[in-house]
């Protein structure tokens, strides 16, 4: 094991050079001014442009009725993301259900739970938030055991929450209510870009999907979190930047780090 670690590490020095354009696959953020990329890109004269890896497609009502959920049955929702909650709405509003007063909400985060505001009035709801991730959800739900959990998600989602429910014997159903799919990225075949930033394994997969002829060769590859690297390794690519990073949360700082160290810079 120690020798493959150091072989790792051989290649990923063999393949430090400067950077000068990154590609973040994910959407350009809406406050782009207090972006952390921003500043990233001026601060060392670096082109990045954004483009989205993946998309969400609102899954059909006749689709979803094949999975025989009834939503009313069930004593609370939990989100987590803003795309469950408009899938989720968009479901109810073409089923014709009008969420009862006393149906509860747990929502991963503070931003998801303001989100529900677009369609109910929740100072009048009962909502239970998370700090951020799907574990600081669980040990709200542990002081509602009671509750018949709906879980609206894609049809590519994470596990945490599902394994959790299972294997506490929640009662609790799984609805997918949105897909996520691969975007088209014909646009891009001849762009080449130093960096490319992944955030998601659906990122990756939209990656060989575009390209199945992909050749990684001087492109450096970042991933966010652990099931983002693995799906990088997975595919025969070298994991040049991995994030996050204990001195460097987010995957900004990640590459930052990376930067300094390949172009130089304090």
Do not use: W
Not at 24 to 51: C, E, G, M
Not at 73 to 95: K, Y
Not at 193 to 221: C, H, M, W
């Amino acid at each position: 094991m120690a020798q493959v670690k150091t072989k790792e590490k051989e290649v990923k020095e063999n393949r430090l050079a400067k950077v000068s354009s990154i590609l973040v696959t994910q959407a350009k953020p809406a406050d782009d001014k207090s972006s952390p990329y921003t500043a990233l890109a001026q601060k060392y004269n670096l082109k990045i442009d954004f483009r989205p890896f993946i998309e969400v497609e609102p899954l059909d009502y006749k689709e979803f009725r094949k999975q025989k959920v009834e939503i009313l049955q069930h004593t609370a929702i939990i989100f987590t993301s803003r795309n469950a909650v408009d899938g989720f709405f968009r479901i109810c509003q073409e089923a014709k259900l009008e969420m009862p007063a006393e149906m509860k909400y747990f929502c991963v985060s503070e931003q998801t739970a303001n989100y529900l505001q677009k369609y109910i009035v929740i100072r009048k709801r009962k909502i239970f938030v998370g700090e951020k991730t799907a574990k600081d959800l669980e040990e709200i739900i542990k002081k509602h055991k009671d509750e018949k959990y709906l879980f609206p998600c894609s049809n590519i989602r994470k596990d945490e929450l599902p394994v959790f429910l299972k294997e506490n014997g929640y009662q609790f159903s799984e609805a997918v209510i949105y897909k996520t799919v691969a975007s088209n990225l014909s646009d891009l075949k001849d762009v080449k870009y130093d960096i490319l930033a992944f955030f998601s394994p659906s990122g990756v997969n939209s990656l060989f999907t575009n390209f199945p002829e992909f050749k990684q060769n001087k492109t450096r590859i970042a991933a966010f979190g652990p099931t983002t690297a693995k799906a990088v390794t997975d595919a025969g690519l070298i994991l040049d930047i991995e994030a996050p990073l204990p001195n460097a949360p987010s995957m900004a700082g990640a590459i930052e780090l990376y930067i300094k160290k390949v172009n130089g810079g304090k």
